[in-house]
C-alpha cells in the first residue's frame, strides 16, 4: 500500500473516530446506555434471585441427606449392636450346658 493510502486509511479512522465520539456522547447515546444499563442490573437482581432460590433449596436437600445417612448409620450401628447380642446369648447358651 502506498503512502498516499495508508495516509487516507489513517485519515478515516480518525475520521470515524472522532465522529463515533461525538456520537457516543450525544443525549440520545447516553439515554440508550443508561436504558440497556438499567436492564442490565434487572437481570443482575433476577439471576441473584434465582441464585439465592437455589442455594436454599440445595442446602435443604443437603441437610435431607445428612438427616437420612445419620439415620441409616443409627440402624446399621443398632443391627450390629443385636447381632452382637444374639451371638453372644448363643455362645453362652452352648457353654452353660
Same mark, same amino acid.
Given at each position: ?31 440508550? !446506555? ?16 434465582? !441464585? ?38 448363643? !455362645? ?6
Amino acid at each position: 500500500m502506498s503512502g498516499l493510502g495508508r495516509f487516507g486509511v489513517w485519515a478515516c479512522g480518525v475520521l470515524f473516530g472522532t465522529a463515533g465520539v461525538a456520537i457516543l456522547k450525544s443525549d440520545d447515546a447516553k439515554t440508550v !446506555y443508561t436504558h440497556v444499563t438499567a436492564a442490565a442490573k434487572r437481570g443482575g437482581d433476577c439471576v441473584m434471585k434465582t !441464585y439465592t432460590t437455589l442455594k436454599e433449596n440445595i442446602d435443604d436437600i443437603n441437610a435431607e441427606a445428612d438427616d437420612i445417612n445419620e439415620e441409616r448409620a443409627r440402624k446399621k450401628e443398632e443391627r450390629e449392636i443385636a447381632d452382637a447380642r444374639a451371638k453372644l446369648e448363643a !455362645y453362652e447358651a452352648r457353654t452353660q450346658k
